[in-house]
Nanobody, 120 residues
Framework: QVQLVESGGNLVQTGGSLRLSCVASGITFSGLSMGWYRQAPGKQRELVATITTGGSSTDYADSVKGRFTISRDNAKNTLYLQMNSLKPEDTAVYYC?????????????WGQGTQVTVSS
């Protein structure tokens, strides 16, 4: 069974840094397109960053460009999100997302989320 387990969320002050991790099991990690999403209270879940299977291409929401870095270690089945210069508006539950493509069919998986709180 596929599992994505996030960790690294915490309470941090404005301007601080955190690194989130997401460990995948039950699936071939290197074949997955990965991403981080977040959901703040009362808001819809939004895309934060994505990374391709080999890690050669990344994409970011405008709100986090230049502050967040997504990366992956396929040998460790782990996805990372390095978050620097954190702002109160970054406060949210952060979710790990995996997409597996088989031909034209897409299967999606989600982690349980990890809370990031940035105090002002």
């Amino acid at each position: 069974q596929v599992q994505l387990v996030e960790s690294g969320g915490n309470l941090v002050q404005t301007g601080g840094s955190l690194r989130l991790s997401c460990v995948a099991s039950g699936i071939t990690f290197s074949g997955l397109s990965m991403g981080w999403y977040r959901q703040a209270p009362g808001k819809q879940r939004e895309l934060v960053a994505t990374i391709t299977t080999g890690g050669s291409s990344t994409d970011y929401a405008d709100s986090v460009k230049g502050r967040f870095t997504i990366s992956r270690d396929n040998a460790k089945n782990t996805l990372y999100l390095q978050m620097n210069s954190l702002k109160p508006e970054d406060t949210a539950v952060y979710y790990c997302n995996a997409k597996k493509w088989t031909g034209f069919r897409r299967t999606e998986y989600w982690g349980q989320g990890t809370q990031v709180t940035v105090s002002s």
